[in-house]
């Protein structure tokens, strides 16, 4: 499941390239048909995101409310025009003070692909680049608009810009009130609103909970954006065993837990990465944007020894998810 970084960034996406935009929406698969005839013709105010869910602001009070899931995915195609943050993730090194590569990278999981920004997957539109993003790709559409390729829910469409969101778990219109209802029930995001007021419910919500960290991580009620990757990556960087109740855990590392997220969801906006390795050199860091597994701690590395100690990582389920984690390095 596409984890907080995607997330934003795709509301970065759609931001740069709608808003102020008279669309046109339509559901070509048909299963959103009511809700796109409802947005069909108005302009697109404001797009943003809170944890996994996006909110997009169209005229006359209308909203639209995207939870990705576990298959939801969004391509883009047409005259893309790309912020630091979208050009970052093709090979620019974000807030490292690391010289990009010249050449853009693309994951071998798909995390950062510009054109489908969401589970990982493969292009499946080709995309021509604005004159001020030469160099990153100008592949020409063989026609305009672009045909439609297999399911599309939801499909937003100017002049220049085509997005088309496919297979979501969450796909509605929504009013104001019906808006801030959803985002009531979401724990704290460090990229909407005050951190520090964050930091304290985080806090207080953990406290109050006899449930296992590694749980309650994963919990978007107590805490927004965090996925399987974040969630080991963060647990090890705070050696913390991952079955330690919540109520049990220091409140200082409490504090530092979200004080990291802060700094690791920062990262993945800007790098289009989740990055959670400290002070790589250039060559490892390049290896890391590149490959994922040069890029994590524990994630995806069962069987292998701890960086670390030399322990071998540890898979087991947790609620139904794969959890990776050190048995020595968070005893």
């Known amino acids: 499941m596409p984890e907080g970084h995607s997330v934003h960034r795709i509301a970065r996406q759609i931001e740069r390239n709608f808003v102020g935009s008279i669309v046109t929406a339509s ?4 299963r959103f048909a009511q809700g796109a005839s409802l947005l069909n013709g108005r302009t697109l105010k404001t797009a943003k995101a809170v944890g996994k869910q996006m909110f997009v602001e169209f005229d006359n009070d209308l909203w639209l409310r995207v939870h990705l899931g576990l298959y939801g ?36 999981a798909g995390e950062n692909s510009l054109a489908s920004i969401g589970a990982p997957r493969k292009t499946r539109v080709n995309v021509r680049m604005s004159e001020q993003t030469k160099g990153l790709g100008n592949d020409e559409l063989a026609e305009w608009p672009p045909p439609i390729v297999g399911t599309v829910r939801l499909r937003l469409l100017t002049d220049s810009v085509c997005a088309d969101l ?12 019906e808006v801030a209802a959803s985002i009531a029930k979401l724990g704290p ?10 930091e304290e419910r985080f806090v207080a919500a953990v406290k109050r909970r006899n449930v296992a960290i590694g749980q309650l991580l994963m919990d978007q009620s107590i805490v927004s954006g965090i996925g399987n990757v974040y969630r080991a990556e963060m647990l090890f960087r705070a050696a913390l065993n991952p079955h330690t109740p919540g109520k049990a855990v220091r409140e200082d590392t409490l504090r530092a837990m979200w004080r990291d997220w802060v700094n690791l969801l920062s990262i993945g906006v800007e ?16 290896r890391a ?13 069962a069987g292998l020894p701890c960086r670390e ?9 947790m609620q139904a998810r794969k959890l990776y984690w050190c048995p020595s390095c968070q005893a």
Request: aromatic letters at 6%; charged letters at 25%; glycine letters at 10%.
């Open 271 to 286: 790098t289009g990465q989740m990055m959670t390795m400290d002070d790589l050199d250039p060559e490892a860091y390049r």
């Open 73 to 108: 995915a969004w391509d883009f195609a047409g005259e893309i025009l790309m912020d630091a943050t979208i050009a970052s993730a093709n090979g620019r090194m974000g807030q490292t003070n690391q010289k990009g590569t010249d050449s853009a990278i693309f994951d071998d």
């Open 166 to 177: 496919r297979g979501p778990t969450a796909c509605e219109i929504q009013t104001p009130d």
């Open 27 to 30: 559901s070509p698969q048909g």
């Open 289 to 301: 944007m590149a490959h994922r597994d040069d890029r994590h701690w524990v994630y995806h590395r």
């Open 309 to 317: 100690c030399g322990t071998e990582i540890v898979l087991e389920e």
């Open 189 to 198: 995001d460090p990229l909407v609103g005050d951190t520090v007021e964050g």
